[in-house]
């Protein structure tokens, strides 16, 4: 079932006030997390490394806390340690993320295949289990998924990344229908090709000269916090591509269908007898 803020629980947004961001110590995590200090949110900044990300915290603000988003007992650990630090969590940025060697699946390494796995799907349920339902109590909560373009077409390698950010878009899609009339506000964020630590060491990109600017995953992600994308909520937006305005100016137009920018199968053709409910459901 499908939920849009149009067709129930209407709200007036509410600002975040609080937000934890997971990946925080680099990168796109750190990027956002600054951002969204700058908006005078306060920040928990969640990352494996605890001298790193105390380093940034020294920088930039936040609470730093160390934290395996994939082990259940960190992160049982860590969301108390941010709610006593904080309060109650608004926002929670699922940033944390790790690319497998780009190999077919034949020729993947089994445990770097799962740890993939673990980070990049286990590590939001985790996160999202422990803080939802505090959420869903307030009747008020935003989690943004920072998605890829790899949730949204086959990969020839790094099947492991292909699938996790497919999951994690499915993922959000059942937040976004569960929760939406609780309150819940899910969105998927691509943030482009972004010059990081991690697309360095990505074949696929060697010689890319043309990079995605943090900036504009940043400017998405805040325009989120502070609820001016709530009408979007469930949908995969991408930063460097989608605009906080043209993004505002579709959702009001009425004229998106019920599963606009959502993973669906496609039909075979017209005469597809399982076309329409394929797409439609």
């Not at 469930?234 to 906080?244: I, K, N, P, Y």
Request: hydrophobic share 45%.
């Amino acid at each position: 079932m499908n939920r849009s803020s149009v067709a129930s629980h209407e709200v007036s947004p509410e600002p975040c006030a609080t937000a934890l961001v997971t990946g925080a110590s680099r990168g796109i995590g750190r990027a956002i997390a600054a951002g969204l200090i700058r908006e005078g949110l306060t920040v928990v900044l969640l990352a494996r490394d605890r001298a790193a990300v105390s380093a940034v915290c020294c920088e930039i603000g936040g609470v730093p806390i160390a934290c395996d988003v994939s082990s259940p007992r960190d992160v049982t650990r860590a969301m108390e340690e941010a709610v006593a630090a904080v309060g109650p969590i608004d926002l929670l940025v699922n940033n944390a993320g790790v690319c497998e060697p780009e190999t077919s699946l034949w020729e993947a390494d089994p445990e770097l295949w799962w740890r993939t796995m673990e980070v990049n799907v286990r590590g939001p349920f985790l996160l999202e289990r422990a803080l939802v339902p505090s959420m869903v109590e307030r009747g008020a909560g935003r989690i943004v998924d920072l998605s890829s373009g790899a949730a949204s077409h086959d990969m020839l390698t790094a099947s492991a990344y292909n699938a996790s950010k497919t999951a994690l878009a499915r993922m959000g899609a059942h937040l976004h229908d569960a929760g939406f009339d609780r309150g819940l506000r899910v969105f998927e964020v691509a943030p482009g090709v972004v010059a990081t630590d991690m697309t360095a060491d990505m074949p696929m990109h060697e010689g890319r000269t043309e990079w995605t600017p943090v900036e504009r995953t940043v400017e998405l992600v805040t325009a989120i916090a502070r609820g001016e994308l709530d009408a979007c909520s469930g949908w995969f937006m991408r930063a460097g591509m989608d605009t906080v305005e043209a993004l505002q100016a579709l959702a009001a137009s009425g004229s998106a269908p019920p599963n606009a920018r959502r993973l669906r199968m496609l039909p075979a053709g017209p005469a597809d007898a399982a076309g329409a409910t394929l797409v439609a459901r």
